[in-house]
């Protein structure tokens, strides 16, 4: 690890300077777009003002016979469009793809200050966050660019999960994690096609009652893996996002894990399909009910210190920061979100 002194410093001539604290910025919903398809970039105009990230994705999902057309597309994707308060990512190949080091050495020089952050698949180790950190300050000098491009890496392998806190120390550059559940799955040799969610096999029996028949209560798989990236990230600064949730036609089950996700510290989720949008806007914005009720306690205690009693409940010091946690979020989300803004009250 670098030095104090040495950590925000570029990592090339010429490079801008890392940032100090992450930019503010609402993330709800990461929705993936597959750029080599010309039909879907022609939706991007209209899905700008619907969701907070546009992500052209290049890795999985797109065809090895279709990765170039990707990269060029997501170039003339960012080019032709002003994407204003909406973020702008592009998830690359993996480091041992033969694609990655032309999608890094076409995209930026070509997207420059547009592109806000680069999603980086099955990170293992800190050496891959410190690998992609030099080259985007050599690339980042050599083309004039003067906002630093973010990292997001993706938890996808057993090694990447067991190095989560390194991972999440490796660079300034570091935005974020993701938790990708089917990579993770067949790196950890779990026994499940399924693409996040949970399995009704991974389950624990009610106790046995006389013979009386015993129910089977499903359990989450990711549990753990979500509050261990969680800790990781919030530790150091970063944010933590669930994935994907690959079965579209079973919202129940996709709002369930979103919202198992959000309140374990979750900021946001990925958007596969366009019915998720508005589920993950919903789920990853705070509820009306508990932002008035969190107003009313930072009214009640103006300092954050002492103790008072709001509709017969004890509020203190600790329950002040979980409501300024969720007033907070409300009030970003009420900056781009005008109806909210007016339910909320904000």
């Not at 990765?67 to 597309?73: I, S």
């Not at 033969?98 to 547009?114: A, H, R, S």
């Not at 932002?291 to 004890?314: H, N, R, S, W, Y």
Request: one cysteine or more; a negative charge; proline letters at 7%.
């Amino acid at each position: 690890m670098k030095t104090p002194k040495a950590f925000y410093q570029p990592l090339a001539i010429g490079a801008p300077a890392p940032f100090r604290d992450l930019p503010v910025a609402l993330e709800r919903m990461i929705h993936f777009v597959p750029p080599h398809v010309e039909k879907m970039r022609a939706k991007v105009p209209d899905l700008i003002s619907k969701v907070d990230v546009v992500l052209g994705n290049l890795e999985d999902a797109i065809p090895a016979d279709a990765k170039v057309e990707a990269r060029r597309g997501f170039i003339q994707m960012a080019k032709d469009n002003d994407f204003g308060q909406t973020g702008l990512w592009t998830r690359v190949n993996c480091l041992n793809s033969p694609w990655f080091l032309d999608d890094l050495m076409e995209i930026v020089p070509e997207v420059g200050d547009k592109l806000d952050v680069i999603m980086l698949p099955k990170v293992e180790g800190p050496w891959d966050i410190h690998y992609l950190d030099q080259l985007l300050a050599q690339l980042e000098a050599k083309s004039g660019i003067s906002k630093p491009i973010m990292i997001h890496a993706i938890l996808e392998t057993a090694e990447g999960v067991n190095n989560v806190e390194a991972i999440a120390a490796a660079s300034p550059r570091m935005h974020g994690m993701s938790l990708g559940p089917a990579d993770l799955a067949a790196s950890r040799g779990m026994k499940t096609t399924r693409v996040g969610g949970g399995h009704p096999d991974y389950a624990v029996l009610s106790d046995d009652s006389n013979g009386a028949a015993r129910t089977a209560f499903q359990q989450d798989l990711w549990h753990y893996t979500v509050a261990k990236m969680v800790d990781a990230c919030l530790s150091y600064g970063l944010k933590p996002f669930y994935g994907p949730f690959g079965d579209f036609s079973d919202q129940e089950a996709c709002e369930s894990q979103f919202r198992n996700a959000f309140l374990m510290g979750c900021l946001g989720a990925w958007s596969l399909h366009p019915k998720q949008i508005e589920l993950a806007k919903r789920v990853f914005s705070p509820d009306p009910a508990e932002v008035a009720f969190a107003i009313k306690i930072l009214e009640a205690m103006p300092d954050g210190t002492g103790a008072v009693m709001i509709d017969g409940k004890m509020q203190d010091d600790a329950t002040w920061k979980q409501a300024k946690v969720i007033v907070d979020l409300a009030k970003l989300v009420a900056s781009k979100d005008p109806e909210l803004a007016e339910v909320y009250g904000l």
